[in-house]
Structure formats: structure tokens, C-alpha cells
């Protein structure tokens, strides 16, 4: 009961303070210690957490004509990857919460300026849930529908959505690079801080 109870005082915490954090400093900025113990739910939550480095460093700083760039016509721009990501990292977040994906109901969709700290807000949420989580078996990916509901389990968690953010973090470094942006050669994604 008291574990519920953490985690509703989370859930409600985060909630409140995301218009906030928006406006403030975001998370994944470096990857946050690690943790005491090698748990499954321990694992997840540091995984979803080197996601959420790489894209922190990934999107930082980018420029309008940067975000407009894409590699060819028929290629994603990198404003389209980071609204792919943040679809992402709503799926992976509504895993953590055990709540369907409810494909009855319009997607919101933040602006563009909000878009960032949306999607590294969900992924360090999602981290912070599944970091306490004792069984990943209860954290399904859940569709709703018109015609029923379908769900899967958590494996394809690993190897759909926090893999593919990943993907697409790389895609958007790549990206800037050619778009005469690099991102900044001090994060150090092996240790999840900035070099001095």
C-alpha cells in the first residue's frame, strides 16, 4: 500500500511541476547515479535513462533552420523525428503507468517549443516508475481501440519503443551534424556526464 501511495504522490508531484520544469532545466542534462541495486525494474529505468541523455544532447541547442533540415526529400526532418520520439516516449510511459494507449481519443500534441521537454519529461517519469517497478510482466503495452483492445508484453517494450527512441536519437546527432550543428563533443555517453 505505501508503494501505491509513493507512486501516486510521483504521478501527482510530476504533474503539477511539468509546466514548471518546462520552463526551467529539463531532465537528462547527465544520467542520474546509479542505482544500489541490479533489478529488472533498476535495469529498464537506467536504460530509459541513457535514452534520455542521448536525446537530451541530441536536440540541445538546435536552431529553427536546423530543425527544418532533413536529409532528402523524402526523409524525416528533424522536427518530424522529435515528434516521432515524443510518440515514443508517450508509449513508454504509458507502459510505466500500466494505462492504455487510447486510440479513441485525439492524440494531444505539444508545440514545437514544448516538444523537447515533453518527450524528456515522460522518459525520466517512465524511468522513475519502472526504477520501483517489481514485475515488468504487469507493464504491458496496452492499445485501445474502436474494435477492442490489444496488448503485449513488456519485452517488446525493450525492443520497440525505448530501442527505436534510441534509433532515432542517433538519426536526429546525425542529422544536426549535417545540418553544420554537431551536437556538444563533451557529453560523454559512456559515462552519461559532461567532460570538463
Known sequence: MKRYIGLLVLLLVTTLNAQETMKEEVPYASIPNTPEAYTAGTVTARMIDGLGFRY???TEGLT???????????????????EHVYGLSVLILNSAK???ND???EEIKPSSHELRAMTLINLKTASDLFRISEDLSDHKIIYKKENGTTEFP?????NGPIEDA???????ALMRRSAGNPFNAKASLFTGKLRE
Do not use: C
Request: net charge positive; no cysteine.
Open 154 to 158: 513488456f519485452w517488446f517494450q525493450i
Open 103 to 105: 486510440k479513441t481519443k
Open 64 to 82: 529553427q533552420e536546423n530543425l527544418d533540415f532533413r536529409p532528402n526529400s523524402e526523409g524525416r526532418s528533424i522536427s518530424e523525428t522529435m
Open 166 to 172: 534510441v534509433w532515432h536519437a542517433g538519426q536526429i
Open 56 to 58: 537530451y544532447w541530441a
Open 98 to 100: 500500466k494505462v492504455p
